[in-house]
């Protein structure tokens, strides 16, 4: 059965009616914040102390951390814990993959949400280079956390080929695993989609939500879909641009041969 948390509703309740009743004051329910920029690969690269602070500092109750893969990142522990301890709710997002290996830098706390995504499909389908398949990875990830004593949730995202079938056999593998939590997000539609499509993805993910069996659940899907979707967005918009730049570098360069 899935479980929401007393606190987390009063916040979000309290964060809508300031949007509603003082909207030049309010901030967004949901706050994103992508791993990447505040911790390296690199021990050598500074953290931005200074963002930290603007996110702890901020009222928006909920936390979520994602963008490239966290676990990838040496301090995300302690970045969740400064996170937590600063009264907001942490939703980590994951693939799932290394979880089970790094479980144990993390404290169970009822601020934070292990968020394990997981792909419609995905079950029984090998990632290269392994003998078992991603799914597996994260439900055991999963299984582990569950036994640690963290609250974990799970996302799904729709994605415009998905179909129904996978979408419920998705949501009714994740109430399985016993989770407290799932939260179902459409994928960013490429920006040269038409209208229909994008139409037609909102519907179908309006329609797995309702697979969720939590209204509570339901809702805090719709309040992360723009706080998540616009950083993907944004990222996705800086990626095209890297990639324009170097296919210009590599003309002008084929040029200066050429001539």
């Known amino acids: 059965m899935l479980r929401f948390p007393l606190r987390l ?23 994103f914040v992508d791993a990447a920029e505040l911790l390296h690969h690199d021990a050598s690269l500074p953290v931005s102390h200074e963002k930290i602070r603007e996110i702890i500092s901020s009222r928006s109750p909920v936390v979520w951390i994602g963008g490239s893969e966290p676990l990838d990142h040496p301090g995300v522990s302690h970045l969740v814990r400064a996170i937590t301890g ?12 290394l979880l089970r290996r790094r479980i144990h830098e ?6 934070l949400f292990l968020t394990v995504r997981l792909d419609p499909g995905a079950r029984g389908r090998a990632s290269q280079g392994r003998r078992t398949s991603s799914f ?22 729709v994605q415009p080929q998905t179909e129904p079938g996978a979408l419920a056999d998705l949501i009714r593998d994740s109430h399985s695993l016993d989770v407290d939590g799932i939260v179902v997000s459409p994928a960013n539609v490429a920006s040269n989609s038409v209208t229909a499509d994008a ?58 041969r050429v001539a």
Request: hydrophobic share 45%.
């Open 199 to 256: 139409a037609a993805l909102q519907n179908k993910t309006a329609q797995a939500r309702k697979l969720i069996g939590s209204k509570w659940w339901e809702s805090l899907s719709r309040l992360v879909e723009p706080a998540v979707s616009a950083e993907r967005s944004a990222a996705q918009a800086a990626d095209e641009t890297v990639l324009h730049l170097d296919q210009q570098a590599a003309t002008r360069e084929e040029g200066i």
């Open 86 to 97: 600063s009264g907001h709710f942490v939703f980590l997002e994951t693939d799932g993959i």
């Open 136 to 157: 597996e990875l994260a439900a055991e990830g999963i299984r582990a956390a569950r036994l640690s004593g963290f609250f974990v949730c799970v996302l799904v995202r």
């Open 106 to 111: 993390f404290q169970p706390a009822p601020r």
């Open 9 to 31: 509703t009063a916040d979000l309740t309290r964060a809508r009616l300031r949007q509603r009743w003082r909207p030049a004051l309010s901030t967004s329910p949901v706050q």
